[in-house]
Protein backbone atom coordinates (compact mmCIF):
# COMPACT_ATOMS: atom_id res chain seq x y z
CA UNK A 1 0.00 0.00 0.00
CA UNK A 2 2.84 2.43 0.59
CA UNK A 3 4.79 2.26 -2.53
CA UNK A 4 0.77 2.25 -4.40
CA UNK A 5 -0.02 5.42 -2.65
CA UNK A 6 3.43 7.25 -3.60
CA UNK A 7 2.58 6.75 -7.63
CA UNK A 8 1.80 9.98 -9.27
CA UNK A 9 -1.34 9.21 -11.18
CA UNK A 10 -2.14 11.04 -14.34
CA UNK A 11 -4.61 13.51 -14.34
CA UNK A 12 -5.91 14.29 -18.00
CA UNK A 13 -10.06 12.62 -18.12
CA UNK A 14 -13.13 14.30 -18.83
CA UNK A 15 -13.26 14.88 -15.12
CA UNK A 16 -9.41 16.28 -14.22
CA UNK A 17 -8.17 13.45 -12.19
CA UNK A 18 -8.17 9.98 -13.61
CA UNK A 19 -8.47 8.35 -10.20
CA UNK A 20 -9.73 9.98 -6.81
CA UNK A 21 -8.93 8.18 -3.78
CA UNK A 22 -10.73 9.09 -0.31
CA UNK A 23 -8.78 10.01 2.79
CA UNK A 24 -10.97 10.13 5.99
CA UNK A 25 -9.92 12.27 8.96
CA UNK A 26 -13.44 11.78 11.12
CA UNK A 27 -10.69 10.96 13.62
CA UNK A 28 -8.72 14.21 13.59
CA UNK A 29 -10.49 16.72 12.55
CA UNK A 30 -13.75 14.99 13.43
CA UNK A 31 -12.81 14.50 16.83
CA UNK A 32 -12.02 18.31 16.61
CA UNK A 33 -15.46 19.59 16.31
CA UNK A 34 -16.85 21.54 19.23
CA UNK A 35 -17.72 18.93 22.25
CA UNK A 36 -16.70 16.01 20.15
CA UNK A 37 -14.32 13.38 22.01
CA UNK A 38 -14.29 9.89 21.00
CA UNK A 39 -13.48 6.72 23.46
CA UNK A 40 -10.33 4.56 22.22
CA UNK A 41 -12.70 1.73 21.60
CA UNK A 42 -15.13 3.83 19.35
CA UNK A 43 -11.99 4.80 17.23
CA UNK A 44 -10.92 1.51 16.43
CA UNK A 45 -14.21 0.51 15.47
CA UNK A 46 -14.77 3.78 13.03
CA UNK A 47 -11.55 3.17 11.61
CA UNK A 48 -12.80 -0.60 11.07
CA UNK A 49 -16.29 0.48 9.80
CA UNK A 50 -14.38 3.24 7.58
CA UNK A 51 -12.05 0.50 6.07
CA UNK A 52 -14.72 -1.94 5.71
CA UNK A 53 -16.71 0.72 3.40
CA UNK A 54 -13.54 1.13 0.99
CA UNK A 55 -12.03 4.62 2.45
CA UNK A 56 -8.34 4.60 0.94
CA UNK A 57 -6.19 6.54 3.89
CA UNK A 58 -7.13 6.75 7.76
CA UNK A 59 -5.90 10.15 8.97
CA UNK A 60 -5.92 8.45 12.15
CA UNK A 61 -5.07 11.23 15.11
CA UNK A 62 -2.12 13.00 16.19
CA UNK A 63 0.86 10.82 17.83
CA UNK A 64 2.34 13.78 19.93
CA UNK A 65 -0.45 14.47 22.18
CA UNK A 66 0.78 10.76 23.92
CA UNK A 67 -1.31 8.97 26.13
CA UNK A 68 -4.64 7.27 25.06
CA UNK A 69 -3.98 8.72 21.22
CA UNK A 70 -1.11 7.75 20.79
CA UNK A 71 -2.15 4.33 22.27
CA UNK A 72 -5.15 4.22 19.70
CA UNK A 73 -3.31 5.39 16.88
CA UNK A 74 -0.95 2.49 17.49
CA UNK A 75 -3.55 0.40 17.29
CA UNK A 76 -5.53 1.20 14.44
CA UNK A 77 -1.96 1.31 12.65
CA UNK A 78 -1.31 -1.98 13.66
CA UNK A 79 -4.89 -3.56 12.77
CA UNK A 80 -3.91 -4.79 9.07
CA UNK A 81 -6.36 -2.81 7.60
CA UNK A 82 -6.30 -2.28 3.29
CA UNK A 83 -6.06 1.43 3.78
CA UNK A 84 -3.23 3.34 4.76
CA UNK A 85 -3.01 4.99 8.20
CA UNK A 86 -1.83 8.06 8.52
CA UNK A 87 -0.92 10.49 11.26
CA UNK A 88 -1.22 14.05 11.78
CA UNK A 89 2.36 16.36 12.81
CA UNK A 90 3.03 19.66 13.02
CA UNK A 91 6.52 20.34 10.81
CA UNK A 92 8.86 19.34 13.48
CA UNK A 93 10.76 16.56 14.05
CA UNK A 94 9.34 15.30 17.54
CA UNK A 95 6.05 15.04 16.11
CA UNK A 96 7.17 13.41 13.06
CA UNK A 97 9.59 10.61 14.77
CA UNK A 98 6.49 10.07 16.98
CA UNK A 99 4.14 9.22 14.43
CA UNK A 100 6.70 6.65 12.93
CA UNK A 101 7.13 5.38 16.03
CA UNK A 102 3.52 4.13 15.95
CA UNK A 103 3.93 2.30 12.64
CA UNK A 104 1.92 4.91 10.36
CA UNK A 105 2.45 3.62 6.73
CA UNK A 106 1.92 7.63 6.24
CA UNK A 107 2.31 11.52 7.45
CA UNK A 108 1.10 14.25 7.20
CA UNK A 109 2.83 17.19 7.90
CA UNK A 110 1.16 20.66 8.27
CA UNK A 111 2.68 24.13 8.71
CA UNK A 112 0.78 27.77 7.72
CA UNK A 113 1.50 28.93 4.35
CA UNK A 114 -0.80 32.39 4.28
CA UNK A 115 1.21 35.44 5.40
CA UNK A 116 -1.60 36.27 8.01
CA UNK A 117 -0.82 32.41 9.64
CA UNK A 118 3.04 32.92 9.32
CA UNK A 119 3.36 36.81 10.53
CA UNK A 120 0.75 36.48 13.41
CA UNK A 121 0.92 33.25 14.60
CA UNK A 122 3.56 31.41 13.54
CA UNK A 123 5.86 34.64 13.84
CA UNK A 124 8.38 33.63 11.22
CA UNK A 125 9.08 34.36 7.87
CA UNK A 126 8.17 32.98 4.42
CA UNK A 127 12.37 31.84 4.45
CA UNK A 128 11.97 29.67 7.19
CA UNK A 129 8.64 27.57 6.46
CA UNK A 130 10.30 27.09 3.68
CA UNK A 131 13.63 25.42 5.24
CA UNK A 132 11.17 24.27 7.75
CA UNK A 133 9.14 21.79 5.29
CA UNK A 134 12.10 20.52 3.63
CA UNK A 135 14.15 19.56 7.03
CA UNK A 136 10.30 18.16 8.04
CA UNK A 137 10.26 15.98 4.69
CA UNK A 138 13.75 15.56 4.61
CA UNK A 139 13.80 13.97 8.11
CA UNK A 140 10.43 11.58 7.30
CA UNK A 141 12.00 10.17 3.96
CA UNK A 142 15.50 9.71 5.79
CA UNK A 143 13.18 7.38 8.08
CA UNK A 144 11.48 5.11 5.80
CA UNK A 145 11.97 5.87 2.05
CA UNK A 146 8.95 4.06 1.17
CA UNK A 147 7.10 6.26 4.15
CA UNK A 148 4.15 8.23 2.28
CA UNK A 149 4.54 11.79 3.09
CA UNK A 150 1.77 14.44 2.67
CA UNK A 151 2.60 18.23 3.39
CA UNK A 152 -0.27 20.10 4.17
CA UNK A 153 -0.77 23.82 3.15
CA UNK A 154 -2.87 24.91 6.38
CA UNK A 155 -5.08 28.23 4.76
CA UNK A 156 -3.78 27.55 1.35
CA UNK A 157 -6.79 29.31 0.18
CA UNK A 158 -5.30 32.80 1.53
CA UNK A 159 -2.04 31.85 0.41
CA UNK A 160 -0.21 33.97 -2.42
CA UNK A 161 -0.14 31.41 -5.16
CA UNK A 162 3.48 31.96 -6.10
CA UNK A 163 5.03 30.91 -2.33
CA UNK A 164 2.15 28.21 -2.53
CA UNK A 165 3.97 26.51 -5.59
CA UNK A 166 7.22 27.49 -3.91
CA UNK A 167 6.12 25.57 -0.81
CA UNK A 168 4.74 22.50 -2.67
CA UNK A 169 8.21 22.23 -4.79
CA UNK A 170 10.54 22.51 -1.92
CA UNK A 171 8.55 19.92 -0.46
CA UNK A 172 8.57 17.90 -3.75
CA UNK A 173 12.71 18.04 -4.05
CA UNK A 174 12.54 16.53 -0.82
CA UNK A 175 10.26 13.43 -1.14
CA UNK A 176 7.08 14.58 -0.54
CA UNK A 177 3.99 12.11 -2.29
CA UNK A 178 1.33 14.95 -1.79
CA UNK A 179 0.41 18.63 -1.11
CA UNK A 180 -3.22 18.74 0.94
CA UNK A 181 -4.50 22.20 0.17
CA UNK A 182 -6.19 23.30 2.88
CA UNK A 183 -9.58 25.46 2.53
CA UNK A 184 -9.28 26.19 6.05
CA UNK A 185 -11.09 28.74 6.79
CA UNK A 186 -13.66 27.48 3.96
CA UNK A 187 -13.97 30.99 1.90
CA UNK A 188 -13.57 29.10 -1.56
CA UNK A 189 -15.80 28.81 -4.14
CA UNK A 190 -15.59 26.33 -7.08
CA UNK A 191 -14.67 28.79 -9.47
CA UNK A 192 -11.32 29.90 -7.92
CA UNK A 193 -10.74 26.72 -6.44
CA UNK A 194 -10.42 25.00 -9.57
CA UNK A 195 -8.32 27.87 -11.07
CA UNK A 196 -6.20 27.69 -8.31
CA UNK A 197 -6.07 23.94 -8.08
CA UNK A 198 -5.51 23.33 -11.74
CA UNK A 199 -2.40 25.95 -11.61
CA UNK A 200 -0.82 24.69 -8.57
CA UNK A 201 -0.79 21.11 -9.64
CA UNK A 202 0.50 22.35 -13.05
CA UNK A 203 2.89 24.10 -11.93
CA UNK A 204 4.34 22.24 -8.84
CA UNK A 205 4.29 18.83 -10.38
CA UNK A 206 3.21 17.18 -6.89
CA UNK A 207 -0.36 15.32 -6.76
CA UNK A 208 -2.93 17.25 -4.85
CA UNK A 209 -5.22 16.96 -2.30
CA UNK A 210 -8.10 18.65 -1.42
CA UNK A 211 -9.35 19.47 2.33
CA UNK A 212 -12.05 21.76 2.18
CA UNK A 213 -14.48 23.37 5.31
CA UNK A 214 -18.00 24.29 5.28
CA UNK A 215 -18.04 27.61 6.76
CA UNK A 216 -19.76 28.54 3.37
CA UNK A 217 -21.64 25.56 2.40
CA UNK A 218 -19.28 24.86 -0.32
CA UNK A 219 -17.16 22.24 1.26
CA UNK A 220 -18.21 19.20 -1.55
CA UNK A 221 -18.45 21.90 -4.64
CA UNK A 222 -15.29 23.06 -3.50
CA UNK A 223 -13.37 19.24 -3.34
CA UNK A 224 -15.17 18.53 -6.49
CA UNK A 225 -14.01 21.92 -8.43
CA UNK A 226 -10.78 20.52 -7.22
CA UNK A 227 -11.27 17.05 -8.67
CA UNK A 228 -11.98 18.76 -11.89
CA UNK A 229 -8.69 20.58 -11.90
CA UNK A 230 -6.65 17.72 -11.12
CA UNK A 231 -6.70 17.10 -7.41
CA UNK A 232 -6.49 13.29 -6.78
CA UNK A 233 -6.86 13.32 -3.06
CA UNK A 234 -10.23 14.33 -1.50
CA UNK A 235 -10.11 14.56 2.85
CA UNK A 236 -13.61 13.93 4.12
CA UNK A 237 -15.23 13.38 7.34
CA UNK A 238 -18.14 10.94 8.18
CA UNK A 239 -21.30 13.48 7.96
CA UNK A 240 -19.27 16.31 7.71
CA UNK A 241 -18.04 16.76 11.18
CA UNK A 242 -15.10 19.09 11.61
CA UNK A 243 -14.07 22.63 13.00
CA UNK A 244 -16.61 25.20 12.93
CA UNK A 245 -19.35 24.34 10.27
CA UNK A 246 -17.66 20.94 9.35
CA UNK A 247 -15.87 19.21 6.50
CA UNK A 248 -17.07 17.97 3.17
CA UNK A 249 -18.74 14.99 4.20
CA UNK A 250 -17.63 11.83 2.87
CA UNK A 251 -21.03 10.28 1.85
CA UNK A 252 -21.91 13.62 -0.02
CA UNK A 253 -18.50 13.58 -1.94
CA UNK A 254 -18.80 9.79 -2.76
CA UNK A 255 -22.37 9.87 -4.01
CA UNK A 256 -22.01 13.11 -5.89
CA UNK A 257 -18.59 11.56 -7.72
CA UNK A 258 -20.54 9.26 -8.76
CA UNK A 259 -23.76 10.53 -10.06
CA UNK A 260 -23.13 13.96 -10.80
CA UNK A 261 -19.72 13.63 -12.10
CA UNK A 262 -20.08 9.75 -13.39
CA UNK A 263 -16.99 8.86 -11.28
CA UNK A 264 -17.29 5.85 -8.88
CA UNK A 265 -15.42 5.29 -6.13
CA UNK A 266 -16.34 1.85 -5.70
CA UNK A 267 -17.22 2.36 -2.02
CA UNK A 268 -19.64 0.16 -0.14
CA UNK A 269 -21.90 2.89 -0.69
CA UNK A 270 -24.99 0.51 1.00
CA UNK A 271 -23.17 1.36 4.34
CA UNK A 272 -23.14 5.32 4.67
CA UNK A 273 -26.18 5.39 6.80
CA UNK A 274 -25.35 3.02 9.28
CA UNK A 275 -21.59 4.05 9.57
CA UNK A 276 -23.35 7.22 9.93
CA UNK A 277 -25.10 6.18 12.70
CA UNK A 278 -22.63 5.07 14.79
CA UNK A 279 -20.04 7.94 14.21
CA UNK A 280 -22.92 9.94 15.37
CA UNK A 281 -23.99 8.51 18.37
CA UNK A 282 -20.10 8.14 19.68
CA UNK A 283 -20.02 12.39 18.57
CA UNK A 284 -22.99 12.52 20.68
CA UNK A 285 -25.02 14.28 17.34
CA UNK A 286 -27.87 13.43 15.67
CA UNK A 287 -28.35 12.94 11.85
CA UNK A 288 -30.60 15.96 10.76
CA UNK A 289 -33.73 14.01 8.65
CA UNK A 290 -32.36 16.75 5.97
CA UNK A 291 -29.14 15.77 5.99
CA UNK A 292 -28.01 15.20 2.20
CA UNK A 293 -27.38 11.71 1.02
CA UNK A 294 -27.78 9.72 4.40
CA UNK A 295 -30.85 11.87 5.98
CA UNK A 296 -33.83 10.05 6.14
CA UNK A 297 -36.08 12.66 4.68
CA UNK A 298 -34.09 12.22 1.18
CA UNK A 299 -36.33 9.14 0.23
CA UNK A 300 -39.49 10.66 2.17
CA UNK A 301 -42.22 12.03 -0.15
CA UNK A 302 -45.43 13.89 0.58
CA UNK A 303 -46.48 15.78 -1.50
CA UNK A 304 -49.30 14.63 -3.95
CA UNK A 305 -47.55 15.13 -7.12
CA UNK A 306 -44.01 13.68 -6.05
CA UNK A 307 -45.44 10.44 -4.06
CA UNK A 308 -47.95 9.70 -7.37
CA UNK A 309 -44.39 10.37 -9.36
CA UNK A 310 -42.04 7.82 -7.39
CA UNK A 311 -44.93 5.07 -6.61
CA UNK A 312 -45.30 5.31 -10.87
CA UNK A 313 -41.19 5.67 -11.34
CA UNK A 314 -38.99 6.56 -8.51
CA UNK A 315 -36.52 8.12 -10.98
CA UNK A 316 -38.62 10.71 -11.20
CA UNK A 317 -37.62 12.20 -8.52
CA UNK A 318 -35.30 9.95 -6.59
CA UNK A 319 -31.73 10.04 -8.22
CA UNK A 320 -30.79 6.74 -6.31
CA UNK A 321 -31.97 4.17 -4.74
CA UNK A 322 -32.45 4.38 -1.20
CA UNK A 323 -30.95 1.19 -0.53
CA UNK A 324 -28.30 1.87 -2.25
CA UNK A 325 -27.20 4.47 1.33
CA UNK A 326 -28.78 2.53 3.20
CA UNK A 327 -32.12 4.18 3.56
CA UNK A 328 -35.86 2.91 2.71
CA UNK A 329 -38.70 5.00 0.93
CA UNK A 330 -41.30 6.41 2.67
CA UNK A 331 -44.79 7.61 1.57
CA UNK A 332 -45.60 10.06 4.24
CA UNK A 333 -49.34 11.22 4.43
CA UNK A 334 -49.99 14.88 5.62
CA UNK A 335 -51.20 18.17 4.30
CA UNK A 336 -49.56 18.05 0.97
CA UNK A 337 -50.77 14.48 0.10
CA UNK A 338 -53.24 13.27 -2.58
CA UNK A 339 -55.59 10.61 -2.93
CA UNK A 340 -53.20 8.05 -4.86
CA UNK A 341 -50.65 7.95 -2.04
CA UNK A 342 -53.75 7.07 0.39
CA UNK A 343 -54.53 4.46 -1.88
CA UNK A 344 -50.89 3.16 -1.65
CA UNK A 345 -50.73 3.40 2.58
CA UNK A 346 -53.96 1.69 3.29
CA UNK A 347 -52.71 -1.12 0.81
CA UNK A 348 -49.72 -1.64 3.55
CA UNK A 349 -51.94 -2.20 5.74
CA UNK A 350 -54.45 -4.28 4.50
CA UNK A 351 -57.42 -1.98 3.37
CA UNK A 352 -58.28 -2.00 0.01
CA UNK A 353 -59.83 1.62 -0.48
CA UNK A 354 -61.01 2.84 -4.26
CA UNK A 355 -60.25 6.10 -5.71
CA UNK A 356 -63.33 7.44 -4.70
CA UNK A 357 -63.41 6.21 -1.20
CA UNK A 358 -59.34 7.85 -0.71
CA UNK A 359 -60.54 11.57 -2.41
CA UNK A 360 -63.44 10.82 0.18
CA UNK A 361 -60.94 10.47 2.84
CA UNK A 362 -58.31 13.03 1.66
CA UNK A 363 -60.19 16.11 3.28
CA UNK A 364 -60.19 14.33 6.64
CA UNK A 365 -56.31 13.69 6.54
CA UNK A 366 -55.71 16.93 5.47
CA UNK A 367 -57.79 18.58 8.18
CA UNK A 368 -56.25 16.42 11.12
CA UNK A 369 -52.32 17.03 9.45
CA UNK A 370 -52.83 21.15 10.00
CA UNK A 371 -54.20 21.07 13.45
CA UNK A 372 -51.49 19.23 14.46
CA UNK A 373 -48.98 20.53 12.05
CA UNK A 374 -47.56 17.60 11.34
CA UNK A 375 -47.69 14.65 8.66
CA UNK A 376 -49.76 11.68 10.43
CA UNK A 377 -48.95 8.66 12.24
CA UNK A 378 -50.10 4.80 10.99
CA UNK A 379 -52.20 4.75 13.87
CA UNK A 380 -53.80 8.12 13.09
CA UNK A 381 -54.78 7.53 9.48
CA UNK A 382 -56.17 4.00 11.11
CA UNK A 383 -58.85 6.20 13.21
CA UNK A 384 -59.41 8.53 10.24
CA UNK A 385 -60.81 5.72 8.49
CA UNK A 386 -62.63 3.87 11.42
CA UNK A 387 -64.46 7.02 11.92
CA UNK A 388 -65.49 7.27 8.31
CA UNK A 389 -66.17 3.97 8.16
CA UNK A 390 -68.42 4.32 11.32
CA UNK A 391 -70.16 6.87 9.81
CA UNK A 392 -71.07 5.13 6.60
CA UNK A 393 -72.88 2.41 8.31
CA UNK A 394 -75.09 4.94 10.09
Given at each position: MKQELAKNFPVESSLGAARVRIDDTTLR???????VVFANKEKVRIARLLDEIGVDQIEAGIPAMGGDERDVIEEIAHLGLRA??????RANIADI??????????VAISLAT???HIQTKLMKDRAWVLDTIKESVAYAKGRDPDLYVSVNAEDASRTEIGFLIDYAKAAKAEGADRIRFCDTIGLMEPFRTYEVVKHLRQESGLDVEMHTHNDFGMAV??????????????????????ERAGNAALEE??????????????MDTTRFREVCEYVMHAAGRQIPVWKSVIGTNMFAHE????????IKNPKTYEVFAPAEVGLARQIVIGKHSGSRALEIKFEEYGIEVSKEEAAELLPRVRTM?????????DKELIYIYNDWKAEKKK
Open positions: DGEQTAGSVLGWNRSSIDCGVDASDIANAIAGVHAGATWVNVTVGGLGVAMALKYIEGFDLESGIHADGVAIELKRSLF
